[in-house]
């Protein structure tokens, strides 16, 4: 499985950013996509999920704020971020997990100024 991330950049605070995440490779074995961040000095955090069934969860810093979908039929899962704080400034990364194994993108930079 690989996963190639995009979408990430420069925005201000109380502003949007949707990041993709791009699934190939042996996609039909994924069971569940995520995105992960991780801001300097800290460790990484699981930010949404969502199973093949559609179902998601959501850490709660960002409930409310943050949306996960995906299309199946683009192999693409994705990150809505509203109401961007400077708090979520870090590198945003789609997990996959696939027949027990985790697998991870490069990972995308977000940065929202005050």
């Known amino acids: 499985v690989q996963l190639v991330e995009s979408g990430g950049g420069l925005v201000q605070a109380g502003g949007s950013l949707r990041l993709s995440c791009a699934a190939s490779?042996?996609?039909?074995?994924?069971?569940?996509m995520a995105w992960y961040r991780q801001a300097p000095g800290k460790q990484r955090e699981l930010v949404a999920a969502?199973?093949?069934?559609?179902?998601?969860n959501y850490a709660d810093s960002v409930k409310g704020r943050f949306t996960i979908s995906r299309d199946n039929a683009k192999n693409t899962v994705y990150l809505l971020m509203n109401s961007l704080n400077p708090e979520d400034t870090a590198v945003y990364y789609c997990?996959?997990?696939?027949?027990?194994?985790?697998?991870w993108g490069q990972g995308t930079q977000v940065t929202v100024s005050s």
């Open positions: 490779g042996s996609i039909f074995t994924i069971n569940a």
């Open positions: 969502i199973t093949t069934g559609g179902s998601t």
């Open positions: 997990a996959a997990e696939s027949s027990g194994a985790q697998y």
